[in-house]
């Protein structure tokens, strides 16, 4: 039995010591991981940064969605590429870098020669060498400007040629017309607008034709015939010569007939506004 016992004594005796040492393992290790600093991964010089938690989580289908418009871009014709650039550069008449165009438009120029090479060949494009600008045919900056150009072309000047030249040029022109200075007119034939300078010093050339057409045309003797001519023209008349009579005859008044004004005697002192007609002022009383 003492041996046994013995025995026994000496297995517990053995287990602790092993269970002591595993002990002092264990402490070890997690001192050392405690005390360690973690290692980073060797990362080039001009990688970008990226933090190891995300602030948002990553929504993978939005980021799908939008890698998928930028590829449908760059992936169309170089023809819808140029208008995507054109219309920011006119939107907001900045000058932008190729860097910066992408961005906005998600075209990457410098990825596509044809891109660059039309872009930076285009009439409405100016390239400095760095940047991108928009170009209009007339370089004006304000209502005056457009004023000044307007009368340089006694004949006309067609709207489409000066729309724009800045943001809001179409509300100047309307501005214009409205204080008297230009005339806006439409061109039927054409199918555009038409702007003339409101200038009675400028010297206006009338073809003949013009000149024939106009002496030729009759007007009607009776108001109510020319009340009906500019209905029929879309104009809207500012008397209502039937209405008028009919209330004459109802009350029983017989119009007045008008006294006839003596006509003026044109001289040589008269101011002439058609001047482009001298036929009309050839017997001039002196």
């Not at 409405?124 to 150009?149: A, E």
Request: contains cysteine.
């Amino acid at each position: 039995m003492s041996l046994f016992y013995m025995d026994l004594k000496d297995s517990l005796s053995k287990f602790k010591q092993q269970q002591e040492r595993c002990q002092s393992s264990l402490a070890s290790i997690a001192n050392q991981a405690s005390t360690s600093k973690p290692k980073h991964r060797a990362q080039p010089v001009n990688a970008p940064s990226v933090p190891a938690r995300p602030s948002q989580p990553i929504k993978f289908s939005n980021d799908t969605e939008r890698l998928q418009h930028i590829n449908s871009i760059r992936k169309s014709p170089v023809g819808a590429q140029i208008k995507l650039v054109i219309e920011l550069l006119y939107k907001t008449r900045q000058a932008y870098t190729a860097e910066q165009i992408n961005e906005a438009t998600y075209v990457d120029i410098h990825g596509n020669k044809a891109v660059f090479d039309s872009l930076r060949n285009n009439p409405k494009v100016h390239y400095d060498g760095r940047r991108f600008s928009y170009k209009s045919k007339h370089d004006l900056k304000g209502k005056d400007q457009l004023l000044v150009l307007i009368r340089r072309f006694p004949e006309g000047l067609a709207v489409v040629e000066v729309k724009d030249a800045y943001t809001n040029v179409l509300e100047d022109l309307q501005a214009l017309k409205a204080t008297g200075d230009v005339w806006l007119l439409s061109n039927m034939d054409l199918q555009e607008d038409i702007v003339y300078p409101n200038d009675p010093k400028a010297k206006i050339k009338v073809d003949d034709d013009i000149k024939q057409l106009f002496r030729g045309i009759e007007l009607p003797r009776d108001m109510v015939d020319i009340e009906k001519e500019l209905q029929k023209n879309g104009h809207k008349p500012m008397t209502n010569t039937t209405k008028r009579r009919a209330a004459a005859q109802i009350d029983g008044v017989k119009p007045k007939a008008k006294p006839k004004k003596k006509q003026r005697e044109i001289t040589k002192r008269t101011k002439l506004t058609n001047a482009h007609l001298p036929e009309l002022f050839q017997n001039l009383s002196t």
